[in-house]
């Protein structure tokens, strides 16, 4: 992965006027977003506005056809996927991508593999120090499983277990990496109202030592945790700003609600989307 100087100095990640088509179809055309050390931002906007096709190019699953993206402020000239974990970036997926024929704890300790010390060779011939490195790495697992409440479910494989633990177990994966951007795509997604105040809560933690991206539809969520809010449309970006703004942008709710405020009934309209629970911005009942 090649690097060279130009990205802003004051971004942990920056993407500038990225494009993604696929044949006809524009999936994102002239994006550009940024976030800081530290920072919570939520990506928002209506289904098939481009929000995982973004997540996607910042992961190197997808070349974008033009722009460019820089970590703390020199430019990557191409993202590889399998460098992220070294560079400090995790992600969760909508599902929950566990390895349903490993335990928890070893999915868990896979999100660990950035602090393995030993090579391949130390641990087939079953050298003390490989050891002593697996001990440890199971130690990082068990304690994040602990910090989310899953320590008990550790020998289990993630098939047997209920949704919203799959997803507490994929995001201790994530987490155990220590990463300094972690990358959140629908969370909420399959959350009743107790799991989604300890996602919140958890979100919340994060601000100011870890900067999370957060794609999601449960505006309640987004409302509540992010510093600022970009929103997409169409593949392009409409708005962006802390999350009041975002609440009263006519743009924002001609994107959701499909007619600007005031200009006819929208009763009973919703945010495309949206989960039951969740809300347009500004609190419209979805």
Same mark, same amino acid.
């Given at each position: 992965m090649g690097e060279e100087e130009g990205g802003d100095p004051g971004a942990l990640f920056e993407a500038r006027a990225l494009t993604v088509r696929f044949g006809g179809i524009t999936a994102l055309e002239d994006v550009s977003v940024s976030i800081a050390a530290g920072e919570v931002l939520g990506v928002i906007g209506p289904n098939g506005a481009g929000k995982t096709t973004l997540f996607n190019v910042m992961c190197g699953f997808t070349r974008p056809h033009s722009g460019t993206m820089a970590w703390e402020g020199r430019t990557l000239t191409h993202m590889r996927a399998h460098r992220l974990a070294g560079m400090g970036i995790a992600r969760t997926l909508q599902g929950v991508g566990l390895f349903g024929e490993l335990t928890v704890l070893e999915n868990v300790v896979a999100g660990a593999e950035r602090f393995r010390r030993t090579g391949l060779v130390s641990a087939v011939l079953g050298l003390p120090r490989a050891d002593r490195d697996e001990r440890q790495l199971r130690e990082r697992a068990l304690a994040a499983l602990a910090e989310l409440g899953c320590e008990d479910v550790a020998g289990r494989h993630p098939t047997t277990l209920p949704f919203p633990i799959q997803k507490r177990v994929a995001l201790a994966r994530a987490l155990v990496a220590e990463p300094r951007l972690l990358l959140l795509d629908e969370p909420a997604g399959g959350l009743g109202a107790d799991d989604l105040g300890d996602l919140t809560e958890r979100i919340r933690a994060l601000r100011g030592t870890t =900067?999370?991206?957060?794609?999601?539809?449960?505006?309640?969520?987004?409302?509540?945790?992010?510093? &600022?809010?970009?929103?997409?449309?169409? #593949?392009? /970006?409409?708005? $962006?700003?802390?999350? =009041?703004?975002? #609440? &009263?942008?006519?743009? /924002?709710?001609? @994107?959701?609600?499909?007619? $600007?405020?005031?200009?006819?009934?929208? &009763?009973?309209?919703?945010?495309?989307? $949206?989960?039951?629970? @969740?809300?347009?911005?500004?609190?419209? @009942? =979805?």
């Amino acid at each position: 992965m090649g690097e060279e100087e130009g990205g802003d100095p004051g971004a942990l990640f920056e993407a500038r006027a990225l494009t993604v088509r696929f044949g006809g179809i524009t999936a994102l055309e002239d994006v550009s977003v940024s976030i800081a050390a530290g920072e919570v931002l939520g990506v928002i906007g209506p289904n098939g506005a481009g929000k995982t096709t973004l997540f996607n190019v910042m992961c190197g699953f997808t070349r974008p056809h033009s722009g460019t993206m820089a970590w703390e402020g020199r430019t990557l000239t191409h993202m590889r996927a399998h460098r992220l974990a070294g560079m400090g970036i995790a992600r969760t997926l909508q599902g929950v991508g566990l390895f349903g024929e490993l335990t928890v704890l070893e999915n868990v300790v896979a999100g660990a593999e950035r602090f393995r010390r030993t090579g391949l060779v130390s641990a087939v011939l079953g050298l003390p120090r490989a050891d002593r490195d697996e001990r440890q790495l199971r130690e990082r697992a068990l304690a994040a499983l602990a910090e989310l409440g899953c320590e008990d479910v550790a020998g289990r494989h993630p098939t047997t277990l209920p949704f919203p633990i799959q997803k507490r177990v994929a995001l201790a994966r994530a987490l155990v990496a220590e990463p300094r951007l972690l990358l959140l795509d629908e969370p909420a997604g399959g959350l009743g109202a107790d799991d989604l105040g300890d996602l919140t809560e958890r979100i919340r933690a994060l601000r100011g030592t870890t =900067a999370v991206m957060l794609v999601e539809h449960r505006m309640d969520l987004v409302m509540s945790v992010c510093d &600022r809010i970009v929103v997409l449309d169409f #593949g392009s /970006v409409i708005a $962006e700003g802390p999350p =009041a703004a975002i #609440g &009263r942008d006519p743009r /924002v709710l001609e @994107a959701y609600l499909g007619q $600007e405020p005031g200009s006819g009934d929208s &009763r009973g309209a919703s945010a495309p989307g $949206e989960t039951q629970g @969740a809300s347009a911005p500004g609190g419209a @009942a =979805a």
